[in-house]
């Protein structure tokens, strides 16, 4: 088993839909949680810090679920401009070590 | 403006013959870290530093080295490159303090080792 697994992509939705990424880890003891984005043959970026109260940035909601050991992402009201590769990364104790899940595509069509 | 910056972006070479992948930083961040990506794996991380001096491997460190003697620098070395590193490699960085900071990547460095 994958140390973070992602949902399989490719996610195609049309503009204005809700869509909903989940990303699980393995690892009990991690500590830091992050959604980035990564356009094609570009630098990932970071989309946003996961909180585990959760936290929204306009659009975008993040969740963390340590008892199941996941992470979310939510993108309410989609853009085309969100068609992008969602990458979930998680950082163990220490912080130093980190591990990224493969992305899931997501493709926004009008 | 602050930046990752790596050179080159992009390189082809033949099997054997030694390459620097150079990575530098001017956000005075502790923390740097090489990472490739290939299809369908994702980002793996190579190699990190926690500070000068301070390196440790990440998950597939076999075939590169690196080092750390500058804060703002960490160069990627490929002493003997093989056709199986063909990937595309991005250096970043963070400040290190309690693990929760975001990492900054460079633009990438596409790879081709033929």
């Known amino acids: 088993r994958k140390e973070v697994e992602q949902d399989p992509g490719p996610f195609n939705v049309p503009e204005g839909a809700t869509v909903a990424f989940n990303c699980t880890y393995s690892n009990s003891a991690s500590q830091s949680f992050f959604w980035y984005r990564q356009d094609c043959r570009k630098e990932p970026k970071l989309l946003m810090s996961v909180y585990s109260s959760g936290n929204e940035d306009g659009r975008f909601t993040a969740q963390l679920n340590r008892a199941s050991q996941y992470i979310s992402l939510l993108i309410r009201d989609s853009k085309l401009s969100d068609s992008a590769t969602y990458l979930c990364?998680?950082?163990?104790?220490?912080?130093?070590?980190?591990?990224f899940g493969a992305g899931t595509r997501l493709f926004v069509k009008a | 403006e602050a930046q990752v910056t790596q050179n080159p972006r992009y390189l082809i070479t033949v099997t054997g013959k030694k390459l620097t992948v150079t990575c530098s930083q001017n956000m005075n961040h502790e923390y740097m870290s090489w990472y490739r990506q290939d299809p369908g794996l994702g980002l793996r991380q190579i190699y990190y530093s926690m500070n000068v001096e301070v390196t440790d491997k990440g998950d597939v460190p076999e075939g590169y080295k690196v080092s750390r003697k500058e804060k703002r620098n960490f160069p990627l070395i490929l002493e003997s490159p093989s056709p199986n590193q063909t990937s595309l490699y991005f250096c970043?960085?963070?400040?290190?303090?309690?693990?929760?900071?975001?990492?900054?990547f460079g633009p990438g460095t596409r790879l081709t080792v033929t």
């Open positions: 970043a960085s963070s400040f290190s303090e309690g693990g929760s900071h975001e990492q900054y």
């Open positions: 990364a998680v950082r163990g104790t220490g912080g130093f070590k980190t591990i």
